[in-house]
């Protein structure tokens, strides 16, 4: 097992926040061509989304740093339960699918809530869980390839490369969209 006690606050805290960024940016870019948001927020009962041509939209992932810092405080008390005991990874993840998706505060569609409610059909709340898994399996997948390989020089420079790509994607895209290009 990976030994994250002596790990400092501000590097569980980034990696936290490039890891789940970047599980964000694969989830989005998954649920983008494969399930149709652009047609889906346009319509009912998903209109009062935003638009993906809206700009805001493309800094979706860029905007995810913060929420990966989030992330990264209220965790860094349990480091130990996720990254060093048995079967961590496996908490780890079941506490995101719980907590965020099915557990959510608010009726988002296919938490609690969305099922309680909302009348949101039953294909409206079902919806979302294939870009949940994703991002749950990808962002356990980075945290854990972090923390196994966290000597290795790909795994140093890397984070530092995938920020700096969802930040320009992000950048370029709200330009665009912005009607700057």
Same mark, same amino acid.
């Given at each position: 097992?990976?030994?994250t006690?002596n790990? #400092?606050?501000t +590097?569980?805290?980034w990696?936290f926040? &490039?890891?789940?960024a970047?599980a964000f940016? %694969?989830?989005g870019?998954?649920?983008? $061509?494969?399930m149709?948001?652009?047609?889906l927020? !346009?319509t009912? *009962?998903l209109a009062f989304?935003?638009?993906?041509?809206? *700009?805001i939209v493309?800094l979706?992932a860029?905007?995810? !740093?913060?929420?990966? $810092?989030?992330?990264?405080?209220?965790?860094?008390?349990l480091?130990?339960?996720?990254?060093?005991? +048995?079967h961590g990874? /496996?908490k780890?993840? !079941?506490?995101?699918?719980g =907590?965020?998706?099915l557990g959510?505060?608010? *009726?988002?569609?296919?938490s609690?809530?969305?099922?309680?409610?909302t009348?949101?059909?039953?294909a409206?709340n079902l /919806?979302?869980y *294939?870009?949940? =898994?994703?991002?749950i399996? #990808? =962002?356990v997948?980075i =945290?854990k390839i972090?923390?196994?390989?966290?000597?290795?020089r790909i795994? +140093?420079?890397m984070p530092?490369?995938?920020v700096?790509? %969802?930040?320009? $994607?992000?950048? @370029?895209? &709200?330009l665009? @969209?912005a009607?700057y290009?």
């Amino acid at each position: 097992m990976e030994t994250t006690n002596n790990i #400092s606050m501000t +590097k569980f805290i980034w990696r936290f926040s &490039y890891a789940h960024a970047t599980a964000f940016m %694969i989830a989005g870019i998954f649920a983008m $061509v494969f399930m149709n948001y652009e047609y889906l927020f !346009l319509t009912e *009962p998903l209109a009062f989304m935003r638009p993906t041509s809206d *700009p805001i939209v493309p800094l979706g992932a860029a905007l995810q !740093l913060l929420r990966g $810092v989030i992330y990264g405080l209220v965790l860094y008390p349990l480091r130990k339960a996720f990254f060093e005991e +048995k079967h961590g990874y /496996l908490k780890l993840g !079941l506490v995101f699918l719980g =907590l965020t998706v099915l557990g959510t505060f608010g *009726p988002a569609p296919g938490s609690f809530d969305g099922y309680v409610f909302t009348n949101f059909p039953l294909a409206i709340n079902l /919806l979302g869980y *294939p870009e949940a =898994l994703i991002w749950i399996i #990808s =962002l356990v997948g980075i =945290l854990k390839i972090s923390n196994k390989y966290e000597h290795k020089r790909i795994v +140093k420079i890397m984070p530092f490369i995938l920020v700096a790509l %969802i930040l320009f $994607v992000g950048i @370029a895209g &709200y330009l665009d @969209a912005a009607g700057y290009f």
